[in-house]
């Protein structure tokens, strides 16, 4: 990998070190309380199925360079609300990382604890929903595209590897359950390429709001407001709907105001704008605020064709191996980082 401080972009020394994440072989979720955590991938791009029917359709995704493709399995393309499991690992994750843990990517849960931690309810078919989840996790397949080197390579892996049930109740309900998170998702918590969410996320009921809210939290980030259009938006949550019944969609819940921590607006030109209503903290201790866009535009020109969200993991993975050094200009840094390796 490429020597960033060489690029300029961490201080050689002077600075106490901080360990780098230590990776065992299995991690048990067992932390009450953690922060929601979302990746930055899947709150980018619409990897999701915002149905509430099964959708067998193969949803094809092209934005400022990066293709996505996501083919579901005979179950369905995995929801936005099989998601939760996800942001339960990532949050148990990266609170075991906070607190100086040995992490895996192959997770250990409790299936009460899941349900009870995304404001679901926990009884009966509580637990054969999940099962269901689990399936379409494992079964929903992606293909993206990464430059590496000059070469685009195409890959493609599931949202989650793996799962099996390791205990039943008396009553035949899932107790405990083993995960395999993908590596392209583990990358992402080792990079911290995550954002904290609103606990009232679990709350929303509506998948477009869903999808709207993990748009507004990526893009606005601490920046007050954010504008998209509607044509943007449309394509940006992977809705299926018409433009104009999504359109009247976004309308009610502008009227409804139900989104934690944004209000959404509309203004002329057929715009939407997203206002932070405050800000999300984050863990305390040495982190990585979320780039600008216009640093994302500008790494893309750095990198024609490359996923950036990739490569932005990537960069962040290597900055906490490396002792999570305090840095002035993150930005500046990653930039550089990227124009060595181009070198």
Known sequence: MTDVTAAGAFPARG????????????????????????????????????S????????????????????????????????????????????????????????QLRAHDLLLATGRDTGGDSYLRLREAFERLAGTRITTNIVTGGIEV???????????????????????????????????VLGRSVLTLSRDYFGLRKPLERRVYELARKH?????????????????????????????????MIDEAALPDYTLTEEPGDVIRVTRQGVVEEDSGPWLPPFDPDVLDAARALAPGADVYALEAEWRAFWVTTGRPRLSAPDRAFLGWLRGRAG
Not at 65 to 84: C, L, M, N, Y
Not at 158 to 186: A, D, K, P, Y
Not at 230 to 241: D, E, I, M, N, Y
Request: proline share 4%; net charge positive; aromatic share 6%.
């Open 15 to 50: 600075r106490r070190a901080v360990a780098a994440p230590v990776i065992g072989d299995l991690f048990t979720c067992d932390i009450l309380g953690a922060s929601p955590k979302d990746d930055l991938g899947t709150m980018e791009h619409p990897i999701f199925s915002l």
């Open 220 to 252: 606005c980030g601490r920046q007050p407001d954010w504008r998209v259009s509607v044509g943007v938006l449309h394509k940006k949550t992977g809705s299926a709907a018409p433009v104009r019944v999504f359109r009247a969609a976004i309308r009610r």
């Open 154 to 188: 195409t890959s493609g892996f599931g949202l989650i590897e793996s799962w099996e049930i390791l205990r039943h109740s008396r009553g035949g309900r899932m107790v405990s359950v083993m995960v395999t998170l993908s590596e392209w998702l583990f990358r992402a």
């Open 52 to 107: 509430t029917k099964p959708d067998l359709r193969v949803l094809s995704y092209d934005h400022n360079g990066t293709q996505v493709q996501v083919t579901p399995s005979v179950k369905g393309r995995a929801t936005i609300f099989d998601k939760d499991i996800l942001i339960f690992c990532i949050s148990q994750l990266m609170a075991a990382m906070n607190a100086g843990r040995e992490i895996s990517r192959k997770v």
